[in-house]
């Protein structure tokens, strides 16, 4: 598909190859964890908090 040698090999070469963009599984690692991080605290400003029952 368009043209691209390297599209057959990204079946089993990464997730750095499929994208095609030159950046290295790295990038996506720490996209990964950004995302995860947001979604965390995200839910944590969602779910109140207990007060103390003392």
Request: cysteine-free; glycine content about 14%; charged content about 15%.
């Given at each position: 598909m368009y043209n691209n040698p390297?599209?057959?090999?990204?079946?089993g070469m990464g997730s750095g190859t499929l994208a095609m963009?030159?950046?290295?599984?790295?990038?996506w690692f720490a996209l990964a964890a950004f995302a995860l991080m947001?979604?965390?605290?995200?839910?944590?400003?969602i779910v109140p908090v207990r007060g103390d029952k003392s």
């Open positions: 390297a599209v057959p090999a990204a079946a963009t030159g950046a290295g599984d790295i990038f947001a979604l965390g605290l995200a839910i944590k400003r």
